[in-house]
């Protein structure tokens, strides 16, 4: 091969490997504009004694409707220590608007084009889905424009080996199967802060769709009686 087909050779490898790291540095510096989620973000120790006082309320009812479970008694006591033995608190209260590390497709959405940063928006609580030892976790209410195609709630405490991400599979269990809890969402009762229930479920089918797994669990709760939280949140992007 002559020197000058070798020498043209080069030039070309070496133009094919700029393209590369000019495409490579191009996609960093767009990825890192773009948020990872759009959030609403809801300050954990404004609202720390509220929450907390919001789960005893609940746990109380329950174990004066249902005294013969022992783990109720285990996290109510824990609600009261500032070191807790079996429960955890989630670093950040917050409820994802958009995932777009999930979903980049929604870069489209109305929802994200029309998104500001620190807007005010009211997040309505006033209904305890609880699982002893493992999870409290409430459905939340608010209005402001999401695509929606779950449950939206926020994860209050876990226990064991429950993961946050659990508490999605648990409440699309509990209002995508069961009609008649389904019926409550859709026709506002679990909304309603006037709307009260205790329900003691057992043979709740949980499917992890991240893990390919499901179980069936005994003593799932779903309360509401008068307690009934507001919080103030903000609208965030996050980016890591």
Known sequence: MKEREISNIL????????????????????SDKIPKSLEIS?????????????LQDNLFHILTEYPKDDKVKLDFDDLFEEKKKFLIEPNDINY???????????????????????????VNISTLV??????????????????????????????????????????KSL???????????????????????NLHLNDVRIIYEDRNFQEFLDNVYLVKYDSHLVLNGKTKKIYS
């Open 96 to 122: 994802k608007l958009i995932d777009l590390k999930k979903d980049k497709s929604l870069l489209n959405s109305k929802e994200y084009k029309n998104f500001k940063e620190d807007e005010n928006i009211e």
């Open 175 to 197: 209002f995508f199967e069961n009609k008649e809890l389904r019926n409550l969402y859709d026709e506002g009762f679990i909304k309603d802060p006037k709307f009260q229930v």
């Open 130 to 171: 609880y699982i002893p030892g493992k999870v409290m976790v409430v459905p939340i209410f608010l209005n402001y424009p999401h695509p929606v195609n779950e449950i939206p709630h926020i994860t209050l405490m876990l226990g064991g080996e429950f993961r946050s991400i659990d508490s999605n599979y648990l409440l």
């Open 42 to 54: 809801i300050n954990k120790t404004e609202y720390h004694h509220e929450v907390h006082e919001f």
């Open 11 to 30: 030039k070309l490898d070496m133009k094919i490997c700029i393209i590369f790291v000019v495409l490579f540095l191009f996609e960093f510096a767009i």
